[in-house]
Protein backbone atom coordinates (compact mmCIF):
# COMPACT_ATOMS: atom_id res chain seq x y z
CA UNK A 1 0.00 0.00 0.00
CA UNK A 2 1.74 3.27 -0.70
CA UNK A 3 2.31 6.57 1.09
CA UNK A 4 -0.80 8.49 -0.18
CA UNK A 5 -3.63 5.09 0.30
CA UNK A 6 -2.39 5.09 3.92
CA UNK A 7 -2.76 8.27 4.73
CA UNK A 8 -6.04 8.37 2.99
CA UNK A 9 -6.92 5.31 5.16
CA UNK A 10 -5.84 7.34 8.22
CA UNK A 11 -7.74 10.04 7.34
CA UNK A 12 -10.81 7.73 6.83
CA UNK A 13 -10.26 5.85 10.06
CA UNK A 14 -10.23 9.44 11.99
CA UNK A 15 -13.60 10.63 10.24
CA UNK A 16 -15.07 7.49 11.54
CA UNK A 17 -14.31 7.91 14.98
CA UNK A 18 -15.28 11.68 15.13
CA UNK A 19 -18.43 10.91 13.04
CA UNK A 20 -19.36 8.19 16.36
CA UNK A 21 -18.49 10.93 18.94
CA UNK A 22 -20.73 13.51 17.31
CA UNK A 23 -23.55 10.93 16.63
CA UNK A 24 -23.55 9.90 20.33
CA UNK A 25 -23.46 13.00 21.36
CA UNK A 26 -25.30 15.40 18.99
CA UNK A 27 -27.32 12.56 16.39
CA UNK A 28 -24.90 14.72 13.57
CA UNK A 29 -22.10 13.34 11.29
CA UNK A 30 -19.30 15.40 9.77
CA UNK A 31 -21.75 15.06 6.01
CA UNK A 32 -24.93 16.87 8.06
CA UNK A 33 -26.16 20.09 6.14
CA UNK A 34 -25.53 23.04 8.38
CA UNK A 35 -29.45 23.23 9.18
CA UNK A 36 -30.32 19.61 10.21
CA UNK A 37 -26.46 20.50 12.34
CA UNK A 38 -28.28 23.64 14.18
CA UNK A 39 -31.17 21.48 15.00
CA UNK A 40 -29.78 18.99 16.74
CA UNK A 41 -27.64 21.34 18.49
CA UNK A 42 -30.60 23.42 19.76
CA UNK A 43 -32.01 20.15 21.23
CA UNK A 44 -28.97 18.91 22.95
CA UNK A 45 -29.01 22.46 24.54
CA UNK A 46 -32.40 22.65 25.66
CA UNK A 47 -31.75 18.84 27.43
CA UNK A 48 -28.48 20.86 29.29
CA UNK A 49 -30.34 23.53 30.07
CA UNK A 50 -33.42 21.61 31.35
CA UNK A 51 -32.22 18.90 33.32
CA UNK A 52 -31.21 17.72 36.63
CA UNK A 53 -34.21 19.38 37.91
CA UNK A 54 -34.76 22.30 36.15
CA UNK A 55 -37.70 23.06 35.08
CA UNK A 56 -38.51 19.60 33.53
CA UNK A 57 -39.29 18.30 37.05
CA UNK A 58 -42.05 20.11 37.83
CA UNK A 59 -44.16 18.54 34.33
CA UNK A 60 -45.14 15.44 35.82
CA UNK A 61 -48.89 15.62 34.68
CA UNK A 62 -49.78 14.70 31.18
CA UNK A 63 -51.52 18.11 30.28
CA UNK A 64 -48.60 20.29 31.63
CA UNK A 65 -46.57 17.92 29.78
CA UNK A 66 -47.97 18.48 26.36
CA UNK A 67 -48.66 22.50 26.58
CA UNK A 68 -44.33 22.35 27.71
CA UNK A 69 -44.28 20.30 24.32
CA UNK A 70 -45.74 23.02 22.17
CA UNK A 71 -43.83 26.12 24.26
CA UNK A 72 -40.74 23.58 23.58
CA UNK A 73 -41.38 23.69 19.50
CA UNK A 74 -42.16 27.32 20.07
CA UNK A 75 -38.96 28.16 21.65
CA UNK A 76 -36.86 25.93 19.67
CA UNK A 77 -38.12 27.95 16.69
CA UNK A 78 -37.56 31.06 18.03
CA UNK A 79 -33.81 30.35 18.59
CA UNK A 80 -33.91 29.31 15.15
CA UNK A 81 -35.20 32.40 13.54
CA UNK A 82 -32.48 34.47 15.99
CA UNK A 83 -29.78 32.26 14.35
CA UNK A 84 -30.76 32.22 10.48
CA UNK A 85 -31.14 36.19 10.77
CA UNK A 86 -27.39 36.46 11.41
CA UNK A 87 -27.26 40.33 9.67
CA UNK A 88 -28.10 40.70 13.33
CA UNK A 89 -24.68 39.05 14.58
CA UNK A 90 -23.01 40.06 11.92
CA UNK A 91 -23.75 43.39 12.61
CA UNK A 92 -22.52 43.24 16.75
CA UNK A 93 -19.33 45.26 17.20
CA UNK A 94 -19.56 46.01 20.96
CA UNK A 95 -20.09 43.90 23.92
CA UNK A 96 -23.37 46.04 24.13
CA UNK A 97 -24.36 44.83 20.81
CA UNK A 98 -24.14 41.79 22.12
CA UNK A 99 -25.99 42.01 25.24
CA UNK A 100 -29.28 43.26 23.52
CA UNK A 101 -28.93 40.62 20.91
CA UNK A 102 -29.15 38.21 23.80
CA UNK A 103 -31.41 39.74 26.35
CA UNK A 104 -33.96 40.21 23.68
CA UNK A 105 -33.90 36.23 22.38
CA UNK A 106 -33.86 35.05 26.00
CA UNK A 107 -37.30 37.26 26.47
CA UNK A 108 -38.66 36.06 23.49
CA UNK A 109 -38.41 32.45 24.42
CA UNK A 110 -39.37 33.02 28.09
CA UNK A 111 -42.53 34.13 26.62
CA UNK A 112 -43.60 31.46 24.45
CA UNK A 113 -43.52 29.14 27.87
CA UNK A 114 -46.21 31.93 29.50
CA UNK A 115 -49.38 29.46 29.34
CA UNK A 116 -46.76 26.62 31.50
CA UNK A 117 -45.37 28.98 33.76
CA UNK A 118 -49.07 30.52 34.41
CA UNK A 119 -49.92 27.05 35.44
CA UNK A 120 -46.89 26.89 38.03
CA UNK A 121 -45.11 28.76 40.62
CA UNK A 122 -43.44 31.72 39.43
CA UNK A 123 -39.39 29.86 40.07
CA UNK A 124 -40.67 26.50 38.71
CA UNK A 125 -41.61 27.61 35.44
CA UNK A 126 -39.21 27.91 32.48
CA UNK A 127 -37.25 30.83 33.49
CA UNK A 128 -34.29 32.73 32.49
CA UNK A 129 -32.23 31.14 34.33
CA UNK A 130 -33.30 27.99 31.88
CA UNK A 131 -33.37 30.46 28.63
CA UNK A 132 -29.30 31.85 29.12
CA UNK A 133 -28.31 28.38 29.54
CA UNK A 134 -30.50 27.11 25.88
CA UNK A 135 -29.28 29.90 24.29
CA UNK A 136 -25.71 30.01 25.67
CA UNK A 137 -25.60 26.14 25.03
CA UNK A 138 -26.20 26.71 21.55
CA UNK A 139 -23.51 29.37 21.13
CA UNK A 140 -20.86 27.12 22.70
CA UNK A 141 -21.72 24.46 20.84
CA UNK A 142 -21.71 26.08 17.13
CA UNK A 143 -18.31 27.22 18.50
CA UNK A 144 -17.06 24.33 19.03
CA UNK A 145 -18.59 22.11 16.40
CA UNK A 146 -17.04 25.34 14.11
CA UNK A 147 -13.07 24.35 15.25
CA UNK A 148 -13.99 20.73 14.97
CA UNK A 149 -15.73 20.96 10.83
CA UNK A 150 -12.67 23.83 10.20
CA UNK A 151 -10.09 21.30 10.82
CA UNK A 152 -11.29 18.10 9.05
CA UNK A 153 -13.39 19.48 6.36
CA UNK A 154 -11.86 23.04 5.76
CA UNK A 155 -12.56 26.47 6.72
CA UNK A 156 -15.22 26.40 3.52
CA UNK A 157 -17.80 23.66 4.69
CA UNK A 158 -20.87 24.48 4.71
CA UNK A 159 -21.49 24.46 8.41
CA UNK A 160 -18.86 27.16 9.63
CA UNK A 161 -19.95 29.29 6.38
CA UNK A 162 -23.33 29.27 7.62
CA UNK A 163 -23.20 29.34 11.31
CA UNK A 164 -19.68 28.89 12.82
CA UNK A 165 -17.65 31.40 11.60
CA UNK A 166 -19.82 34.41 12.46
CA UNK A 167 -20.47 32.62 16.09
CA UNK A 168 -16.29 32.89 15.91
CA UNK A 169 -16.28 36.30 14.67
CA UNK A 170 -17.90 37.49 18.04
CA UNK A 171 -16.29 34.78 20.15
CA UNK A 172 -15.54 37.51 22.22
CA UNK A 173 -18.54 38.73 23.13
CA UNK A 174 -20.49 35.47 23.76
CA UNK A 175 -21.62 34.80 27.18
CA UNK A 176 -20.71 31.90 29.36
CA UNK A 177 -23.37 29.46 30.18
CA UNK A 178 -24.46 29.91 33.94
CA UNK A 179 -24.35 26.34 36.13
CA UNK A 180 -23.46 24.97 39.13
CA UNK A 181 -20.30 24.26 37.74
CA UNK A 182 -19.34 27.50 36.35
CA UNK A 183 -20.39 29.38 39.98
CA UNK A 184 -18.46 26.58 42.16
CA UNK A 185 -15.19 27.24 39.45
CA UNK A 186 -15.60 31.40 40.54
CA UNK A 187 -16.87 31.06 44.34
CA UNK A 188 -12.75 32.16 45.65
CA UNK A 189 -12.26 34.20 42.50
CA UNK A 190 -12.89 37.42 44.66
CA UNK A 191 -13.40 39.85 42.38
CA UNK A 192 -16.42 38.08 40.37
CA UNK A 193 -19.58 37.99 41.73
CA UNK A 194 -21.62 35.40 41.88
CA UNK A 195 -24.16 34.89 38.80
CA UNK A 196 -26.92 34.22 41.28
CA UNK A 197 -27.85 36.21 44.72
CA UNK A 198 -26.41 34.56 47.74
CA UNK A 199 -28.34 33.60 50.46
CA UNK A 200 -27.15 35.17 53.08
CA UNK A 201 -28.98 33.10 56.04
CA UNK A 202 -26.85 30.24 54.55
CA UNK A 203 -23.28 32.42 54.20
CA UNK A 204 -21.01 32.69 57.25
CA UNK A 205 -21.96 34.38 59.92
CA UNK A 206 -18.71 35.63 60.87
CA UNK A 207 -16.19 37.49 58.19
CA UNK A 208 -16.88 38.52 55.02
CA UNK A 209 -16.41 35.48 52.91
CA UNK A 210 -18.48 32.92 51.67
CA UNK A 211 -16.83 30.04 53.21
CA UNK A 212 -16.98 26.70 51.58
CA UNK A 213 -18.79 26.30 48.31
CA UNK A 214 -22.04 24.87 48.85
CA UNK A 215 -25.08 25.26 46.18
CA UNK A 216 -27.31 26.09 49.39
CA UNK A 217 -25.59 29.43 50.09
CA UNK A 218 -27.19 30.72 46.33
CA UNK A 219 -30.57 30.78 44.75
CA UNK A 220 -30.34 28.18 42.33
CA UNK A 221 -29.46 29.38 38.55
CA UNK A 222 -32.62 27.68 37.10
CA UNK A 223 -34.61 29.79 38.92
CA UNK A 224 -32.90 33.45 37.74
CA UNK A 225 -35.86 35.74 36.82
CA UNK A 226 -35.55 38.90 34.49
CA UNK A 227 -34.32 41.00 37.31
CA UNK A 228 -31.79 38.71 38.12
CA UNK A 229 -30.51 38.20 34.92
CA UNK A 230 -30.19 42.25 34.49
CA UNK A 231 -28.28 42.60 37.46
CA UNK A 232 -26.02 39.58 38.72
CA UNK A 233 -25.89 37.23 35.43
CA UNK A 234 -25.07 40.72 33.34
CA UNK A 235 -22.45 41.94 35.90
CA UNK A 236 -21.03 38.46 36.51
CA UNK A 237 -20.80 37.99 32.18
CA UNK A 238 -18.91 41.90 32.38
CA UNK A 239 -16.74 41.40 35.58
CA UNK A 240 -15.44 37.88 34.48
CA UNK A 241 -14.11 38.85 30.90
CA UNK A 242 -12.59 41.62 32.24
CA UNK A 243 -10.43 39.21 33.87
CA UNK A 244 -10.06 36.76 31.41
CA UNK A 245 -8.72 39.03 28.97
CA UNK A 246 -6.22 36.34 27.26
CA UNK A 247 -8.82 33.90 26.62
CA UNK A 248 -12.22 33.29 24.95
CA UNK A 249 -15.34 33.31 27.62
CA UNK A 250 -15.97 29.83 25.79
CA UNK A 251 -12.12 28.72 25.87
CA UNK A 252 -12.14 29.86 29.89
CA UNK A 253 -15.60 27.97 30.60
CA UNK A 254 -14.66 24.71 28.65
CA UNK A 255 -11.01 24.53 30.88
CA UNK A 256 -13.15 25.84 34.41
CA UNK A 257 -16.45 23.03 33.27
CA UNK A 258 -13.91 19.76 32.93
CA UNK A 259 -11.92 20.72 36.51
CA UNK A 260 -14.83 20.69 38.68
CA UNK A 261 -16.36 17.99 36.76
CA UNK A 262 -13.22 15.85 37.26
CA UNK A 263 -13.62 17.41 41.04
CA UNK A 264 -16.80 15.95 41.39
CA UNK A 265 -15.97 12.45 39.95
CA UNK A 266 -12.98 11.87 41.78
CA UNK A 267 -14.92 13.14 44.70
CA UNK A 268 -17.93 10.63 44.14
CA UNK A 269 -15.28 8.05 43.09
CA UNK A 270 -13.76 8.23 46.67
CA UNK A 271 -16.66 8.59 48.44
CA UNK A 272 -18.09 5.14 47.05
CA UNK A 273 -14.47 3.61 48.20
CA UNK A 274 -15.17 4.95 51.35
Known sequence: MSNNENEKLENKKFENAINFLLFSYFKITLDDNANDILDKVIIKAYKDATQQGAFNKYLTDNIKAQIASKSNEKGENILKNRFNKFDNLKNISTQKD????????????????????????????????????????????????????????????????????????????????????????????????????????????????????????????????????????????????????????????????IEIAKRRANKESKSKQN
Open 98 to 257: FNTWHEKTCKEIVGSYNVINESLNNDEGFTFGNAQKWVNMTIKYIYLLNTVFSNIKGEENNFSKTYGNIIDGISSYIHIPIDNYIIEAVWDMDKIPLPVPEIKEKLPKKGNGKGKYNSEKYKSWSKMDYKEYKNNYMEFQNKLKANIESQTPIEWENQRW
